[in-house]
């Protein structure tokens, strides 16, 4: 069964430092995709960031990278030049892409502030 | 491009009572997901569907959740009866087809239950 562990509840960041949220996952599938959403107060959930387990390098979407360790079964967010409105809920989630119904499972989230 | 739509925003009912809620995903979008999210957890898969059909319903709690998505367009999910532990945030999402990495969702009905 696959799973998503996010060991960082809440982390605190001054504007403009990068940051890093850790997510770690388990799946015996070879073909699998790893993605980062971003929940604000709002409550809807925006996809920021997809890597597929094929792909030879970091995924990165403007301030958005994804540092994947496929040996260590890792799949850290990495935000650069954090900015107020990135405060918000982060989820790390994976699919397996085989047969069958592909669901998308998601960790627990990591609380980011990022203080003025 | 419009986004997945969903209605109410809120709802306030007590243990017993039944509930409904719906969803119209992008149009054109194959693939429409409900999901329930807990407070302080991440979503968890209640049910997917590929067009008008069920793909995944492993997680719904059958004896009082139902879904469907007659016209393979817009879908409902029921609850019925209500308890305590249903109170949660349900999330609708789409995508293009089971194959596509991203999902776009929902801003979500929030369901108190007293």
């Known amino acids: 069964a696959q799973k998503i562990t996010q060991t960082q509840p809440g982390m605190f960041v001054q504007e403009k430092e990068a940051v890093t949220l850790d997510c770690t996952y388990d799946?015996?599938?070879?073909?699998?995709?790893l993605f980062w959403y971003k929940q604000p107060s709002s409550g809807e959930m925006i996809f920021l960031i997809y890597q597929g387990s094929y792909d030879e390098q970091n995924a990165t979407e403007g301030r958005y990278s994804l540092n994947f360790q496929k040996a260590r079964k890792s799949a850290n967010l990495v935000i650069s030049a954090s900015q107020l409105g990135d405060s918000a809920m982060y989820f790390c989630a994976m699919r397996e892409l085989g047969q069958g119904a592909q669901k998308l499972v998601f960790g627990q989230g990591t609380r980011l502030t990022i203080n003025p | 491009e419009a986004g997945v739509a969903q209605s109410p925003r809120y709802k306030i009912i007590e243990k017993r009572q039944s509930v409904a809620f719906w969803c119209n995903p992008i149009?054109?979008?194959?693939?429409l997901y409900w999901y329930q999210q807990i407070l302080g957890q991440g979503p968890k898969l209640l049910i997917q569907?590929?067009?008008?059909?069920?793909?995944?319903d492993s997680q719904l709690p059958k004896d009082r959740f139902s879904a469907e998505r007659l016209k393979g367009v817009d879908s409902t999910l029921k609850i019925q009866p209500a308890k305590l532990e249903d109170s949660a945030v349900y999330l609708c999402?789409?995508?293009?087809?089971?194959?596509?990495?991203?999902?776009?969702f929902g801003s979500g009905t929030q369901l108190s239950v007293l």
């Open positions: 799946t015996s599938d070879q073909s699998y995709g």
């Open positions: 569907f590929q067009n008008n059909g069920v793909v995944d």
């Open positions: 149009s054109g979008h194959a693939t």
């Open positions: 999402a789409s995508s293009f087809s089971r194959n596509n990495e991203k999902l776009f």
